[in-house]
């Protein structure tokens, strides 16, 4: 409620009509019905926005390796579009739908993959936080030798013992079978050290460079300024407007967590075993999922809300890392992972709150945006008093512990009950923005006048 509170009154300091409007807005609002100068169009207004969301939700997104193996005699027709239109439907649509409706979701997914990045890039000499990165995101993949490869295994200064193999002669990369990715833990740091791409080399397997990060940044903040001198010069932001400026503001904070990730790597680094050597997982087993009952399914949402899903994978019986992997993290850390990204997510529906009194098309679209606002405000701070609940590591039998994980506890059954809300807020407003756009003000479309701001020009 503070935040909404806080916004309100931004909002009616910047963007309400509590005083007379400037002789020279109201000429140029005039003016602009005329179809005079300062006068922006309607698909201008759509234009800029759709753009800078397609910025933030496709551009933005850095996804793990989707691992595909690679299929022999394949048919021109199922390998130039059956299997791309495959891969897209099932994979990177889901991203985009993702980062569309819970934005602040994949800026968690951002944080944890930036956290442990940072933990594994300590462990081995010389790794930068983008090895850490690519490692998380399964940018090794083991493949099984043919049974005829000859190989050497290699030789370790440790006492440890190691099956991995490096092929010291002629063979089919096709025959290779492979089986599934790696997890920091299944590797000795001596053979990471040996195999792993150098920084300049994972450079160049992303498809992207700062250049073209830093282009997307500056076009996000571009808009960004025009949204904030508009409201300096008193002219109204559209509904439309509004919703993408959420939408910059969070993508400021993916872009800045994930900007040593590679993007869109597709082909992982081969990591071989002989054909008859056996690959156990390192680390503690995973927990299975038991969907029986309701409490399951509330267990689920849970996990799968504040990235805890991580450790009921087992990575040795998938052929490719999941959507969302991040490793296995404490409870400490995803809370510590978690509770930034709830906070602005919060703040992520609180800007939503800058067109609480704007002039809508109907009594129903105004009602709606209010509601769709209050729930995007308050659904996060639910995982906001997990996440604080989390950080505080080891609980003492006090009142007060005891009070706070009564708190989390029923915040937890909250989430997963409201959970869907959040998600039909989020489809309300991006709808009432569009449909908001049939009855504009005269205002909206002035244009902003940057010479109160440069003079001279």
Same mark, same amino acid.
């Given at each position: 409620?503070?935040?909404?509170?806080?916004?309100?009154?931004?909002?009616?300091?910047?963007?309400?009509?509590?005083?007379?409007?400037?002789?020279?807005?109201?000429?140029?609002?005039?003016?602009?019905?005329?179809?005079?100068?300062?006068?922006?169009?309607?698909?201008?207004?759509?234009?800029?926005?759709?753009?800078?969301?397609?910025?933030?939700?496709?551009?933005?997104?850095?996804?793990?390796?989707?691992?595909?193996?690679?299929?022999?005699?394949?048919?021109? =027709?199922?390998?130039? /579009? &059956?299997?791309?239109?495959?891969?897209? *439907?099932?994979?990177?649509?889901? +991203?985009? #739908?993702?980062? !569309?409706?819970?934005?602040?979701?994949?800026?968690?997914?951002?944080?944890?993959?930036?956290?442990?990045?940072?933990?594994?890039?300590?462990?081995?000499?010389?790794?930068?936080?983008?090895?850490?990165?690519?490692?998380?995101?399964?940018?090794?993949?083991?493949?099984?030798?043919?049974?005829?490869?000859?190989?050497?295994?290699?030789?370790?200064?440790?006492?440890?013992?190691?099956?991995?193999?490096?092929?010291?002669?002629?063979?089919?990369?096709?025959?290779?079978?492979?089986?599934?990715?790696?997890?920091?833990?299944?590797?000795?740091?001596?053979?990471?050290?040996?195999?792993?791409?150098?920084?300049?080399?994972?450079?160049?397997?992303?498809?992207?460079?700062?250049?073209?990060?830093?282009?997307? =940044?500056?076009?996000? /903040? &571009?808009?960004?300024?025009?949204?904030? *001198?508009?409201?300096?010069?008193? +002219?109204? #932001?559209?509904? !439309?407007?509004?919703?993408?400026?959420?939408?910059?503001?969070?993508?400021?904070?993916?872009?800045?967590?994930?900007?040593?990730?590679?993007?869109?790597?597709?082909?992982?680094?081969?990591?071989?075993?002989?054909?008859?050597?056996?690959?156990?997982?390192?680390?503690?087993?995973?927990?299975?999922?038991?969907?029986?009952?309701?409490?399951?399914?509330?267990?689920?949402?849970?996990?799968?809300?504040?990235?805890?899903?991580?450790?009921?994978?087992?990575?040795?019986?998938?052929?490719?890392?999941?959507?969302?992997?991040?490793?296995?993290?404490?409870?400490?850390?995803?809370?510590?992972?978690?509770?930034?990204?709830?906070?602005?997510?919060?703040?992520?529906?609180?800007?939503?709150?800058?067109?609480?009194?704007?002039?809508?098309?109907?009594?129903?679209?105004?009602?709606?945006?209010?509601?769709?606002?209050?729930?995007?405000?308050?659904?996060?701070?639910?995982?906001?008093?997990?996440?604080?609940?989390?950080?505080?590591?080891?609980?003492?039998?006090?009142?007060?512990?005891?009070?706070?994980?009564?708190?989390?506890?029923?915040?937890?059954?909250?989430?997963?009950?409201?959970?869907?809300?959040?998600?039909?807020?989020?489809?309300?407003?991006?709808?009432?923005?569009?449909?908001?756009?049939?009855?504009?003000?005269?205002?909206?479309?002035?244009?902003?006048?940057?010479?109160?701001?440069?003079?001279?020009?």
């Amino acid at each position: 409620m503070l935040i909404l509170t806080l916004a309100y009154a931004i909002m009616q300091g910047i963007y309400s009509d509590a005083g007379p409007i400037p002789a020279s807005i109201e000429s140029r609002a005039i003016a602009s019905c005329d179809g005079l100068n300062n006068q922006r169009s309607i698909w201008g207004i759509v234009w800029s926005c759709l753009s800078t969301i397609f910025l933030c939700t496709w551009v933005a997104v850095h996804p793990n390796v989707h691992f595909r193996p690679e299929k022999r005699d394949q048919r021109r =027709l199922e390998k130039w /579009l &059956w299997d791309p239109l495959h891969g897209f *439907v099932t994979y990177n649509l889901v +991203l985009f #739908l993702w980062a !569309l409706l819970v934005p602040e979701y994949i800026l968690a997914w951002a944080v944890r993959q930036y956290w442990k990045a940072g933990e594994i890039s300590k462990k081995v000499p010389g790794w930068t936080r983008s090895h850490g990165f690519f490692i998380i995101m399964g940018g090794f993949h083991l493949f099984r030798l043919p049974a005829d490869a000859p190989s050497t295994p290699f030789p370790l200064e440790s006492e440890e013992s190691c099956d991995f193999v490096a092929p010291t002669g002629l063979h089919l990369r096709g025959a290779e079978v492979p089986v599934c990715p790696f997890k920091f833990e299944d590797f000795p740091v001596e053979i990471l050290e040996a195999i792993a791409p150098t920084a300049t080399e994972l450079k160049d397997r992303g498809k992207s460079d700062s250049l073209t990060k830093i282009i997307v =940044l500056v076009q996000t /903040l &571009w808009f960004v300024a025009q949204c904030i *001198v508009r409201g300096i010069q008193h +002219l109204p #932001l559209t509904e !439309l407007e509004v919703v993408t400026l959420a939408y910059a503001m969070l993508n400021l904070f993916i872009y800045a967590f994930w900007w040593d990730k590679p993007r869109n790597v597709e082909c992982p680094v081969r990591v071989y075993k002989t054909s008859t050597a056996i690959h156990k997982e390192s680390g503690k087993e995973a927990d299975i999922w038991f969907l029986d009952d309701f409490f399951d399914w509330v267990e689920m949402v849970i996990n799968y809300t504040t990235g805890r899903q991580d450790r009921r994978v087992t990575l040795s019986k998938n052929c490719s890392v999941p959507m969302f992997w991040s490793g296995r993290i404490g409870d400490q850390g995803l809370g510590l992972a978690g509770l930034g990204p709830s906070i602005l997510g919060a703040a992520f529906g609180a800007i939503h709150c800058i067109s609480w009194s704007s002039e809508f098309p109907s009594l129903i679209e105004l009602i709606l945006w209010r509601i769709s606002c209050i729930s995007m405000i308050a659904i996060p701070f639910q995982v906001v008093t997990v996440c604080a609940w989390w950080t505080g590591g080891e609980k003492d039998e006090t009142w007060y512990d005891s009070l706070l994980a009564s708190i989390a506890i029923i915040s937890m059954g909250l989430l997963a009950l409201s959970a869907w809300l959040y998600v039909a807020a989020r489809i309300a407003t991006l709808a009432i923005a569009f449909t908001a756009l049939r009855s504009l003000p005269p205002a909206a479309f002035i244009t902003v006048d940057w010479t109160t701001f440069i003079p001279h020009i």
